[in-house]
Every structure is written in C-alpha cells, then in structure tokens.
C-alpha cells in the first residue's frame, strides 16, 4: 500500500501563495493534485509523470507550478496569485502508468486551502 503525506495547505488573502507538498512512501511513476470544493466536482489541478510530462489546468496556468524530487518521492504544489476560487481541499493523488495512462489508485487524506478576499 502506497502512503501519501501531504503538507503546506493554509489560509492566505487573495494574491497570496502557498506551497503543498506530498511525500509517497515509495518511488510511484504518476504523482499528481487535484481539488475539490463543497458541492463541486473533483478536478485535477496538475499531474507529474515519471517522465516528467506535465499537465496543468487551464484554470491554474501561470500561477501554479508543479515539481517532482524523485530521490524524496515528493510532488510539490508552488500556487501563486491565489483567489477564492482556488479555495478548496487540495488532494496527491499517486499511480502506476498503464496503457498509456496514469491511474490515481492511491490518495492521500487531503490539505484544506482557503483564500480570503
């Protein structure tokens, strides 16, 4: 069973930045975050493969940036220029690579992040 520990989540002014962070307890080729906010649907945020193929919601371009450190296992979220509309429960969600595609078998408990105006 594959662990996820995420961290950094908070509570910042519109403008402001945080920065998540998610630690698998073991090497895991498809690492991503998604989001999910009361009465929304979970969507993916950004998603890091082994290869270093990234994709990046429209929604978050230019303000997010994802990276990986493949020794630590760990996905980093870098969210910048935050809005209330980025306020939500941020989960890493982790993976194999199977017919071309990353499947998020693990997940971890979820990182709230909140922005005020």
């Known amino acids: 069973q594959v662990q996820l520990v995420e961290s950094g989540g908070g509570s910042v002014q519109t403008g402001g930045s945080l920065r998540l962070s998610c630690e698998a307890s073991?090497?895991?080729?498809?690492m991503g975050w998604f989001r999910q906010a009361p009465g929304k649907e979970r969507e993916g945020v950004v998603n890091i493969d082994g290869a270093g193929r990234t994709r990046v919601a429209d929604s978050v371009k230019g303000r997010f940036t994802a990276s990986r450190d493949k020794d630590k296992n760990t996905l980093f979220l870098e969210m910048n220029n935050l809005n209330p509309g980025d306020s939500a429960m941020y989960y890493c969600?982790?993976?194999?690579?199977?017919?071309?595609?990353?499947?998020?078998?693990?997940w971890g408990q979820g990182t709230q992040v909140t922005v005020s105006s």
């Open positions: 073991i090497s895991i080729y498809c």
């Open positions: 969600a982790a993976g194999p690579r199977t017919n071309l595609r990353c499947q998020y078998n693990y």
